[in-house]
């Protein structure tokens, strides 16, 4: 049964799975534990002791495997969600021993044949016996390239060498090791393909929290907590360091699913190993992650709404190009955080304006450019009424659909002789008078990648020379990141225009390897008399030294913008805006992903270019190593002027 309820969470991370012994009697093995309180068992598929070299002439001939069960056993949706293939751990695909390796790789074959004959979902492959696994990979590699939907997990020990002598155990052919490495060595042998996946053998010691957090952006299924890594509690109960609690919360979070292994090592009092009505015997390590996991904060209402949207890449829109539809512009204007920001920056400009003195005498002129269906021009109406000062509104809109809601919303809320709509380009529109204040809601993901910019350069010129725009200025920021999943989505297409294309997307499973760094700031107005929207940016990233090594699949931008003096708008991870779900951050991939190693810079390049009738970025990188520039003249990615 799931580990407990939680608002919102449906994912797979509810289940949690048991590793067992190798048993003939597969539907009682699959019985005890479930009446004992686990999802799904994680069994060995083979019996240990099988060998094909020492198979005698009766058995090759019968043809007949020593495999647990027959497929009769269980019901075909019992195998699938009940079950997960272990792979015998004996095997050594690597191994100098020429019998014992083609041993090796005939069983391994078998097996995971055996599991795609049941329809598994998943198989456990266990961990590479060294940090050089080429042979091994090669056949899995083989195996992948003709599968089903099955997902093979390979088992990793959570372990890196962090120069501690308590950790001085953990050595690969007497090299210190750090086990991301070996994964990482697999993964690239083996095409970065999407079927393979990783299975975290959590150790009773945990590497650095820098070190464990490159792992959030892996492929990662499963979490094998073996029963050594739990504590005694005062009352004799197991129990989790806080460390271990942290990273358990946290895979709860990215649907990970947790497999409790070993044999119990707390006797608990008044417990008795003896045959009748006993527990499982592993109940205890149960109930106290189903604890870790129904303490957990429930979903609150942003991510609920997010959900559906996580790690799914999407094209950023074209505003001057496309004309948005009303189910885009409805799900805009639920955002009351962001409306709410803009209001207070009205009312300070509005205050800032017009003295108190005054503001029964003078009217402030203020021109929403681009008003959509009329969020900005009820935000600053309220201003007015707030401040108490007068207002006289144009409200600019370019799209004949959005004018036609426009017209309607003023004629039903009685703003007749305080607004008048304009349907033009703000580019192209003769203003009859000039703007006090100039307000505008035209930032994308990346602050300037929905042509704020140019917008607002073509409007300034009915801003008197003292006006106020609102924003007034954005900083766009930029970020490495481990993102398997996003890779994966781009690569799938098999093509070159998706690798040079930049996507708006919601990051969840990714891992952020450094902290932001600002790209590229506008002002407005901008009266400078060399002002240009083409820039160049060179940025230089430092991986932390304790995390490791880590494979950078791209880049997440944000921006954060000035509205008005103190009042901001932003998603920089750093210093968002609360509950404001405008934005999600936009994801510049990479065409082939890079390693990068604490200390060795990752150094980077990004432009923004403007043509006469677009205007696109391009990207590349030049440490640790060269990649090409990405987008090249905008022959993939743009957005039209």
């Not at 080429?134 to 599968?147: G, K, M, P, S, T």
């Not at 504590?231 to 990970?256: D, E, I, M, W």
């Not at 509950?579 to 390693?595: D, E, K, T």
């Amino acid at each position: 049964m799931p580990l407990g309820e939680r608002n919102g969470d449906k994912s797979d991370s509810r289940y949690c799975g048991v590793e067992t012994e190798f048993s003939d009697d597969v539907p009682q093995l699959l019985a005890f534990n479930i009446n004992g309180g686990f999802d799904f068992i994680v069994a060995p598929l083979m019996d240990p002791a099988y060998r094909p070299s020492l198979r005698s002439d009766d058995d090759k001939t019968s043809g007949a495997l020593p495999v647990a069960s027959s497929d009769l056993v269980l019901s075909p949706s019992e195998w699938m969600s009940r079950v997960v293939g272990k792979i015998s751990s004996w095997i050594d695909l690597d191994a100098e021993d020429e019998i014992f390796r083609r041993d090796s790789e005939t069983t391994l074959k078998q097996e995971i044949a055996w599991a795609s004959h049941l329809s598994l979902q998943a198989c456990l492959l266990p961990a590479p016996r060294s940090a050089t696994c080429a042979n091994y990979a090669r056949c899995v590699n083989q195996i992948l390239q003709n599968f089903n939907s099955m997902q093979l997990w390979l088992r990793i020990p959570l372990k890196k060498h962090d120069g501690d002598d308590a950790m001085s155990d953990q050595l690969v052919d007497g090299e210190q090791v750090d086990s991301w490495e070996i994964w990482n060595s697999f993964r690239l042998l083996c095409e970065h393909h999407s079927q393979l996946s990783v299975a975290l053998d959590v150790l009773s010691s945990l590497p650095s929290a820098n070190s464990l957090g490159r792992w959030f952006g892996e492929p990662v299924r499963a979490a094998i907590i073996n029963v050594d890594s739990f504590l005694t509690n005062a009352r004799g109960y197991p129990c989790l360091s806080k460390r271990h609690q942290g990273l358990v919360s946290a895979v709860f979070n990215y649907s990970v699913q947790i497999v409790i292994s070993g044999h119990p090592v707390h006797m608990l009092p008044g417990e008795s190993l003896e045959s009748g009505n006993q527990k499982h015997p592993l109940k205890f390590y149960l109930d106290y992650i189903g604890f870790l996991y129904q303490r957990m904060d429930p979903l609150p209402e942003q991510e609920l709404y997010e959900l559906g949207y996580r790690d799914f890449l999407q094209s950023p829109l074209q505003p001057l190009m496309d004309n948005l539809e009303a189910q885009t512009y409805e799900t805009f204007e639920k955002d009351t955080v962001k409306y709410a920001q803009y209001q207070r920056a009205i009312s300070k400009a509005l205050m800032d304006r017009v003295p108190d003195e005054k503001r029964s005498d003078e009217t402030t002129v203020l021109m929403v450019v681009g008003a959509g269906r009329g969020p900005l021009v009820r935000a600053s109406l309220q201003a007015a009424e707030e401040t108490g000062r007068k207002l006289k509104i144009y409200a600019v809109e370019k799209n004949p659909n959005a004018v036609v809601t426009l017209h309607s919303l003023v004629k039903l809320e009685g703003w007749e002789t305080s607004v008048t709509i304009v349907s033009s380009d703000m580019r192209c529109w003769d203003a009859p008078e000039k703007a006090d204040i100039l307000v505008s809601e035209l930032l994308g993901s990346f602050g300037d990648n929905e042509l704020s910019p140019e917008c607002l350069d073509g409007a300034q010129r009915f801003l008197k020379p003292d006006g106020i725009s609102i924003p007034s200025s954005y900083t766009s920021f930029l970020q490495p990141i481990t993102a398997v999943k996003l890779y994966n989505d781009v690569k799938s297409h098999k093509d070159l225009v998706h690798f040079e294309t930049a996507y708006v997307v919601k990051l969840h499973k990714v891992a952020r390897l450094a902290p932001c760094q600002p790209v590229f700031t506008f002002t407005h107005p901008n009266y400078s008399a060399k002002k240009t929207n083409e820039h160049y940016t060179k940025l230089e990233f430092e991986i932390p030294d304790d995390a490791g090594s880590a494979l950078v699949h791209g880049f997440a931008g944000y921006f954060d913008a000035t509205l008005y003096k103190d009042v901001h708008l932003g998603i920089e991870p750093t210093m968002p805006t609360p509950n404001m779900f405008s934005w999600f951050p936009i994801f510049f991939p990479l065409r082939a992903p890079v390693c990068v190693r604490p200390g060795t810079p990752l150094e980077v390049h990004i432009w923004r270019c403007c043509g006469s009738t677009k205007v696109w970025y391009e990207w590349c990188i030049t440490s640790p190593s060269t990649s090409p520039i990405h987008n090249s003249n905008g022959r993939s990615y743009w957005v039209g002027l």
